[in-house]
C-alpha cells in the first residue's frame, strides 16, 4: 500500500512539474501569432493587460524616412490587444511592437532575424514572392560557415557558403557567385536576411537558374566574423567599423577568391565568376571588378553607394575612369544596376549611368518601386540569379 502511494505521489509530481515545464516554455500562453490567413490577411495578437497604448509596426506600412509605419491595436476583456490587415502581397515582412513607448519583439513568434543591432520578426505570405524564400519540398543545398586565411588582413575570417544540391556526391565543376551585403551587415545577412538558399533551391529546382555556389563574406575588414561569432564573445553590433570602405577589403579580395578555388570544385576562370553586392557591397563589387578587371564575367550593382570619399587615399580607387574603361575593353557578360525609386542613394546611381552612357559602357538596368530596403534587395538576387552562367 506504502508503495503504491508512494508511486502515485511520485506520478503526480511529475505531471505538476510538467505542467509548470510547460507553461515555462510557452510562457503560460497560448496565443498565435501571427496568424495569417487564406487571403494573407494577417492577424497580430499581444497579451499586455496594463499597457495603455500598443502599436503594430510592419515594413509593409508606409513609413517615414527610416521609420516606420504603425496602427494602433485594440484591446479585449481580457487584456489581449490585436489587429487584422487587410490582404497583403506575397512576401517576406518584418514586424515588432511598441508597448506604450517601449519597442517589444512578438513573444508568440520563434522567428526573428537580426539586423545590424536590431531583432525583428518576421513572417511569410504565400503565393508569390513569398513562396520564392519559403522552404519548399524541392532538392536543398548545403550551407557552411568556413574560416579562411586571409593574408593581406593578416587575419582567420569567416564566410559563409551556400553548395548546391548534389554538390557533396558529384564531381562537376561550378561557377561561383560572391554575394557582398551592406554596411552594417556580414556573413550572416545575405543567409537570413536575403534568404539566398531558399531563392538558390527553388530557381534550381525549377530550372530558372544554373547550379552555382554562392559565397557570403563579411565585408568588414576589422571583423574576423559576424557579432557573437569570434574570439570577441557577444557584444552589440554596430555600424560604424573602421576600415570600412577605403580600399582594404577591396584589395584584400583576392585572398578570399583563392581559398574558394582550392577548397571547392569551381570553374576558376572569368566565365564562371560573379559578384553583385547591395549598397556597401555594390560599392565593393563595383571597386572589385575594376581593380581585377579580368576576374569576373557578371557584375550586380544592388542600390549601390558608387563613388569613394574624396578624403579616402587607396590605389584601389585611382584612375577610377581609366580602369572602368579597361574593364569595358576586357569585356563582360552583364553589367547589372538595380535600384528602387525612392532610395536615397538613387541621384548617385542616375550620375554613374550618365557616366556609363558617355563612355557608351553596356549595362542593364532595373527600376523598381520602394527604396533602400530588404524587400528590394531579395526581389534582385531572384532576378539577376537567373541571367547569370547561362
Known sequence: MIKRHFITLTILLISVLASFGQQALFGGQNIVSPEVHE???????????????????????????????????????????????????????????????????????????????SVTNVFITKGGKGDLYSVNNVPHGTVTRRWYESPGLNKTRRITIYTPPGYESGKEKYPVLYLLHGMGGDEEAWIALGRTSQILDNLIAKGKAKPMIVVMTNGNVAQEAAPGESALGFYKPTMQLPNTMDG?????????????????????????????????????????SRFYPETFDYIGLFSPAIMPDARVQSKVYENFDETLQ?????????????????????????????????????????????????????????????????
Open 326 to 390: 579597361k574593364q569595358m575593353e576586357n569585356g563582360y557578360k552583364l553589367y547589372w544596376i538595380a535600384i528602387g525609386k525612392t532610395d536615397f542613394l538613387y541621384k548617385h546611381v542616375s550620375d554613374f549611368r550618365a557616366k556609363l552612357d558617355k563612355m557608351n559602357m553596356p549595362y542593364v538596368y532595373r527600376e523598381s518601386e520602394g527604396g533602400h530596403t530588404w524587400t528590394n534587395w531579395r526581389v534582385y538576387l531572384s532576378e539577376f540569379v537567373p541571367m547569370i552562367f547561362q
Open 39 to 117: 487571403d494573407n490577411r494577417v492577424t497580430f495578437r499581444f497579451m499586455a493587460p496594463g499597457a495603455t497604448e500598443v502599436k503594430l509596426m510592419g515594413d509593409w506600412m508606409a513609413g517615414e524616412g527610416w521609420t516606420p509605419g504603425s496602427v494602433l491595436m485594440t484591446k479585449d476583456e481580457n487584456g489581449l490587444w490585436s489587429y487584422t490587415t487587410q490582404p497583403l502581397e506575397s512576401d517576406l515582412f518584418g514586424y515588432s511592437f511598441s508597448v506604450d513607448g517601449l519597442r517589444s519583439t512578438d513573444p508568440n513568434n520563434v522567428y526573428l532575424i537580426r539586423d545590424v543591432a
Open 248 to 288: 582594404t577589403m577591396e584589395q584584400n579580395f583576392i585572398d578570399v577568391i583563392r581559398f574558394v578555388d582550392e577548397q571547392y570544385r569551381t570553374i576558376p576562370e572569368k566565365k564562371g565568376r560573379a559578384i553583385a553586392g547591395l549598397s556597401m557591397g555594390g560599392y565593393h563589387s563595383l571597386h572589385i
